[in-house]
């Protein structure tokens, strides 16, 4: 009789283990699951305003898009300052839209000798820095903006960039 005592001892050890395992097993899928819900919430909330904030980049950019004018490249003397010192240049204005780049090409000759003027100028110390530079953009801009006829309201130029810029002495 002491066998059969024992053996329904063993029966409910048994059936106690699955039942600890079970409810460990459900706190786990559980916690899991709260887990993946919280994880796709976030993700959902931060993924959606990145994605908005896309569209309208794009749309931004659709909406303007920049033209540009080439200036060929050209060679002026400096103002000396010891020696005789020149200028290299190539650039590309950037204009609102194509009719003012239109107006440029019509009048490429006065764009050119203006630009002369401006950098034929400068001296080479000027030039070197960043700032001076800087300094050239804005008269550039400022040149050109005037109008080419007598009267009138003269071109909008938005930026200067330099394609190539080299100072030489000789």
Do not use: C, W
Not at 21 to 40: H, N, P, Q, T, Y
Not at 70 to 96: K, S
Request: no cysteine; glycine share 8%; net charge neutral.
């Amino acid at each position: 009789m002491a066998t059969k005592g024992k053996a329904p001892a063993k029966g409910a050890e048994a059936e106690a283990a699955p039942a600890k395992s079970s409810k460990k097993m459900l706190f786990i899928i559980v916690g899991v699951v709260l887990v993946a819900v919280i994880g796709a919430g976030a993700f959902f909330m931060l993924g959606g305003k990145g994605k908005k904030g896309e569209d309208h980049a794009e749309d931004k950019v659709e909406a303007k898009t920049p033209t540009f004018v080439v200036i060929e490249p050209f060679v002026v003397n400096l103002q000396q300052e010891t020696g005789d010192h020149y200028l290299q240049v190539a650039m590309t204005l950037q204009v609102p839209n194509a009719s003012t780049a239109e107006m440029l090409k019509l009048y490429m000759p006065q764009v050119r000798s203006r630009l002369l003027m401006v950098l034929s100028s400068k001296k080479a110390s000027e030039l070197l820095t960043n700032e001076g530079k800087r300094t050239l953009t804005d008269e550039i801009i400022d040149q050109l903006g005037e109008p080419f006829s007598g009267s009138g309201k003269g071109p909008v130029i938005n930026d200067v960039f330099y394609t190539s810029f080299v100072i030489q002495q000789q």
